[in-house]
Nanobody, 122 residues
Framework: QVQVVESGGGLVQAGGSLRLSCAASGSIWTIARMGWYRQAPGKQRELVATVTSGGTTNYADSVKGRFTISRDNAKNTVSVYLQMPSLKPEDTAVYYC??????????????WGQGTQVTVSS
């Protein structure tokens, strides 16, 4: 079992910045990848950025070059951060932290945080 808790959302004007934080605890040795997803009203949840246990990052085209994901491994927790400068109104969404764990060679299981609202006003 892995517990995932996010923080850091809020209301900001266009061009402003926010930093999202996520902490995963529990069976952290099973975590293969962590990342951020977002879901805007009326839209499907989409990938924002991910980082593997080896440090490989992946970004959605809409945030590439603008957002930065980073990861910090401690003894009992794995933390992931999303630095979001130059925010745009279209970045408005509920942001979810994800921890993808490896069950066996062929199977994974996803744990999700409760979500944090990011609202960018124009």
């Amino acid at each position: 079992q892995v517990q995932v808790v996010e923080s850091g959302g809020g209301l900001v004007q266009a061009g402003g910045s926010l930093r999202l934080s996520c902490a995963a605890s529990g069976s952290i040795w099973t975590i293969a990848r962590m990342g951020w997803y977002r879901q805007a009203p009326g839209k499907q949840r989409e990938l924002v950025a991910t980082v593997t246990s080896g440090g490989t990052t992946n970004y959605a085209d809409s945030v590439k070059g603008r957002f930065t994901i980073s990861r910090d491994n401690a003894k009992n927790t794995v933390s992931v951060y999303l630095q979001m400068p130059s925010l745009k109104p279209e970045d408005t969404a509920v942001y979810y932290c994800n921890a993808q764990t490896r069950i066996n060679f062929a199977s994974t299981y996803d744990y999700w945080g409760q979500g944090t609202q990011v609202t960018v006003s124009s």
